[in-house]
């Protein structure tokens, strides 16, 4: 079994600043790439930003310059630090990560439960 937790999630104001934690854990034996989504009322769940295990990342542009994704292999945990926050990144963030686990030839792809985000104008 692996699990995804996120924390960090919460209401501020325009412009301000959140730290997004997903900590991974249970029978893994190597994580591959880590990320965080969005998904807004009424509209698609997409891909904020990714970061392989070596730290190569990447992100949306419409994020880029204000959000940073950064993850820690020793603690299995990947973090999404957004700055200059708008009311267009309200939404539900969920952590992803390619893990696989002890006794698995594969790598499979695990979600957390998500954490709201809300920007107030």
């Known amino acids: 079994q692996v699990q995804l937790v996120e924390s960090g999630g919460g209401l501020v104001q325009a412009g301000g600043s959140l730290r997004l934690s997903c900590a991974t854990s249970?029978?893994?034996?190597?994580?591959?790439?880590m990320g965080w989504y969005r998904q807004a009322p009424g509209k698609q769940r997409e891909l904020v930003a990714d970061?392989?295990?070596?730290?190569?990342?990447n992100c949306v542009e419409s994020v880029k310059g204000r959000f940073t994704i950064s993850r820690d292999n020793a603690k299995n945990t990947v973090y999404l630090q957004m700055n200059s926050l708008k009311p267009e990144d309200t939404a539900v963030y969920y952590c992803?990560?390619?893990?696989?686990?002890?006794?698995?030839?594969?790598?499979?792809?695990?979600w957390g439960q998500g954490t709201q985000v809300t920007v107030s104008s």
């Open positions: 249970g029978s893994i034996f190597s994580i591959n790439t």
């Open positions: 992803t990560a390619e893990v696989r686990a002890w006794g698995s030839f594969v790598a499979g792809r695990y």
């Open positions: 970061i392989t295990r070596g730290g190569s990342a």
